[in-house]
C-alpha cells in the first residue's frame, strides 16, 4: 500500500506564511514528479506547483514569487513553502505522486488534502 500524507494546513492572516508537508510512505521503488493542486470551494482543482526527481520546477503564475516547492528525497517528502499569502489563496491542498511502488507500474496517487484558510 503506498499513500501521501499531507500535514501544515491552518488558518493564517493574509500576508502570513505556512508550509506544507506531504510524506509518501509503502513500499515504493521510485518517486517521479510530485506536485501541489489546490481546490478553492466551487472551483476546479488547479495545478499550484510540480517538482521533478531531478528539481526542475514549475509554478503556477497566481503563486510564482510566493511559494516554493522542495523535496527530500532521502524522507521521500515534498514541501510547499507559502509566503505573502492572500484571501484568494484558501483552498483544500493536495499533494500529488507520480509513484512507482515496487509490485508494479507507475501510478499518479493523490494524498486526502489539507485545509488553508487566509484571512483578510
Known amino acids: 500500500q503506498v499513500q501521501l500524507v499531507e500535514s501544515g494546513g491552518g488558518l493564517v492572516q493574509a500576508g502570513g506564511s505556512l508550509r506544507l508537508s506531504c510524506a509518501a510512505s509503502g513500499s515504493i521503488f521510485s518517486i517521479n514528479t510530485m506536485g501541489w493542486y489546490r481546490q478553492a470551494p466551487g472551483k476546479q482543482r488547479e495545478l499550484v506547483a510540480v517538482i521533478t526527481n531531478g528539481g526542475s520546477t514549475n509554478y503556477a503564475d497566481s503563486v510564482k514569487g510566493r511559494f516554493t516547492i522542495s523535496r527530500d528525497n532521502a524522507k521521500n517528502t515534498v514541501y510547499l513553502q507559502m509566503n505573502s499569502l492572500k484571501p484568494e489563496d484558501t483552498a483544500v491542498y493536495y499533494c500529488?505522486?507520480?509513484?512507482?511502488?515496487?509490485?508494479?507500474?507507475?501510478?499518479?496517487?493523490w494524498g486526502q488534502g489539507t485545509q488553508v484558510t487566509v484571512s483578510s
Open positions: 500529488n505522486g507520480d509513484l512507482t511502488p515496487s509490485w508494479g507500474p507507475s501510478k499518479y496517487y
